[in-house]
Nanobody, 124 residues
Framework: QLQASGGGLMQTGGSLRLSCATSGFTFDRYAIGWFRQAPGKERERVSCSSSDGATEYGDSVKGRFTASRDNDKNPVYLQMDNLKPEDTAVYYC????????????????????WGKGTQVTVSS
């Protein structure tokens, strides 16, 4: 129901745009989150976008990454600029009915739907 794509190999300072295609749920009623997980590390929240346009970013990507969504269009995007080697990870998009769940304030500490990830590798 979600599928991330657009990952690849990029040099430090470069840019990539990830896409997340969604299906099977009422897209405009769900918060959409981008997450990433590097080898040996815990999953990290990259961004959360609410159904009414609010977006929050993780501290490590603020000012460099931009999440966008148009409730009338599919897919959603994550524009990643000024990439750094520490951005290397598998990136996932996910959806939840609760924006607060996406932000990590909810009870379940999980998202309703997860997509398969896409690998992003940034070389130094």
């Amino acid at each position: 129901q979600l599928q991330a794509s657009g990952g690849g190999l990029m040099q430090t300072g470069g840019s990539l745009r990830l896409s997340c295609a969604t299906s099977g749920f009422t897209f405009d009623r769900y918060a959409i989150g981008w997450f990433r997980q590097a080898p040996g590390k815990e999953r990290e929240r990259v961004s959360c976008s609410s159904s009414d346009g609010a977006t929050e970013y993780g501290d490590s990507v603020k000012g460099r990454f931009t999440a966008s969504r148009d409730n009338d269009k599919n897919p959603v995007y994550l524009q990643m600029d000024n990439l750094k080697p520490e951005d290397t990870a598998v990136y996932y998009c996910a959806a939840d009915r609760s924006y607060y769940e996406c932000l990590g304030y909810g009870v379940s500490k999980d998202m309703d739907y997860w997509g398969k990830g896409t690998q992003v590798t940034v070389s130094s």
